[in-house]
């Protein structure tokens, strides 16, 4: 299903299996709703994407409450230009090594939802290259090395937050800048729980990690140089 340069239309309710290439595309579209469509692509070839919104200028979308499984690339994908969207309450099975969502341009959200990533896929959500974008109330599970991963190689980045997200497993919230790109001090991990702890710290690309918790810190979290840990259970003397 692809909606081409078309605003204010409806998607919703309809069956799609073994999908080539995307399985819904809003190219160009805007203050479209797509929604309860389940989406089985069958890990057919190497691009499948279940939903993308491609062309520049999709903005103001809802993508809500899908359930998407077998895309061999995203199973969501945001891609450069588009801004404003909410991405809702989407259930997601991703056995692809790729990000199960990736968010590429600003202003964008990704609220609530489920994203099982069969212990095969390594970043759950992917917020690339993008600022004033927001991650809250996702439930995670089995995803490889990250939750939610922040990155940039060339953008200046800011305003990025993340709040409750759960993992069930040590699977990361990670910032990583590289290149030319920079990292505001707006980005944020805040209310998050990772092995249900709470995890309210970004790994960044020295290990510098910021968390709190119950309980002394020693020999139970590790980071690098200029890591903090604040006790939320501590008293006189500890």
Known sequence: V?????????????VITNVPKYGIELAGSSNCTVSANAIDAGNIGSICEGIILS???????????????????????????????SVLGNTIEH?????????ESDSNSVTGGTI????????????????????????????????????????????????????????????????????????KAIGNVRVGASYDWLDMKNNVRVQTGTGTPEGVWVGGIGSTFYRTDGGAGT
């Open 116 to 187: 099982n990533g069969l212990s095969t896929c390594v970043t759950a959500i992917h917020v690339s290259q993008s600022s004033n974008c927001t991650v809250s109330g996702v439930v995670i599970k089995n995803a490889v090395t990250d939750a939610v991963k922040i990155s940039t190689t060339s953008a200046a980045i800011d305003s990025v937050t993340v709040t409750g997200v759960s993992s069930n497993n040590s699977a990361y919230i990670s910032l990583s800048v590289g290149g030319s790109g920079s990292a505001g001090a707006r980005i």
């Open 2 to 14: 692809s909606i081409d340069e078309s605003n204010s239309v409806n998607v919703s309710s309809n």
């Open 95 to 103: 056995s692809a090594t790729t990000d199960a969502i990736v968010i």
């Open 55 to 85: 062309k520049a200028g999709s903005e103001n979308n809802t993508i809500s409450s899908n359930s998407i499984k077998g895309a061999s690339f995203h199973a969501i994908r945001v891609a450069l230009g588009n801004t404003g969207n």
